[in-house]
């Protein structure tokens, strides 16, 4: 077991945004974390990642605890993330954003410059390095996120949303770039809203609601699920009937 959530609960005053969570993900899978809005997914992210301290329950990852170390100590052990919003400094290039992520590993300009271009190519933006980040659309920022990610070398890549806000051809890109990325040997955690995206991409899934954990299974189980489909589905297939965005 890579990365191990055991009893998490992140409380905000009386309300709990993920409460008594326990997830576990084995190495060199691609696990889904779905539910709807509000249902505590980017919570739970910023838990593993230690963006936030969780009220109660612990983080192990390889075996260690991890709770009480902060982002970066994480990151240094393998732990690397995008966010919803993604946060990037917009006057900087791709480049020198990127170069954020490498410095992690790597002291000297030179070779944390070598790296940064280096993922820049492998997620498809080699054209843009020297271009200001803010001059990139959604799917150029989607990869940059990622990219700063990658040039941390982390054992375990947790995408939150990654392909939100993306046209169909674009999420297909995007899907093979993930697709390549688990080649590499990085297991991933993707918290994702398509359904196709989580059906084609995850081994596994596990549903969240109001905090809690619902459901969990293959694709092809949590989506004949009757919480699930009560709870997420059925109220998404609604939504995109009646023209909402859920
Ligand atoms: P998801 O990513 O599944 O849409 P979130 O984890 O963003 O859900 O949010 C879960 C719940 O926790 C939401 O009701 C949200 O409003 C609440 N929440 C998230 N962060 C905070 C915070 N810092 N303070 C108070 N409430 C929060
Ligand atoms: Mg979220």
Redesign the pocket.
């Known amino acids: 077991m890579l990365l191990k959530a055991s009893q998490l609960t992140m409380a905000?005053g009386a309300?709990k945004?993920v409460d008594d969570a326990s997830v576990a993900v084995n190495e060199g899978e691609v696990l889904g974390l779905i539910?709807p809005?509000?249902?505590?997914?980017?919570?739970?992210f910023n838990c593993l990642t230690g963006d936030l301290h969780p009220t109660s329950g612990t983080v192990h990852f390889e075996g260690r605890d991890v709770t009480r170390l902060t982002p970066e100590q994480r990151a240094r052990l393998g732990i690397a993330r995008t966010f919803?919003v993604p946060l990037t400094f917009e006057s900087m290039s791709v480049l020198d954003n990127v170069m954020i992520g490498a410095f992690l590993r790597h002291h000297a300009a030179a070779a944390a410059r070598d790296k940064a271009l280096e993922v820049i190519g492998e997620v498809g933006l080699g054209g843009a390095a020297e271009a200001s980040a803010k001059s990139l659309g959604t799917p150029g920022r989607k990869r940059l996120e990622i990219a700063r990610a990658l040039a941390s070398e982390p054992k375990v890549l947790l995408l939150d949303e990654a392909m939100a806000g993306l046209t169909p051809a674009e999420i297909r890109a995007a899907i093979d770039l993930v697709r390549q990325i688990h080649r590499r040997g990085i297991t991933l955690v993707i918290?994702e809203h398509i359904m196709e995206v989580i059906v084609s991409l995850a081994d596994r899934v596990v549903v969240?609601h109001q905090?809690r954990e619902i459901a969990r299974g293959t694709p092809s189980e949590v989506t004949r699920n009757e919480l699930v489909i009560e709870a997420y589905l059925g109220k998404r297939h609604a939504a995109k009937l009646s023209g909402g965005t859920t």
């Open positions: 905000f309300f945004a539910g809005n509000g249902a505590g997914k980017s919570t739970f919803q918290v969240f905090g």
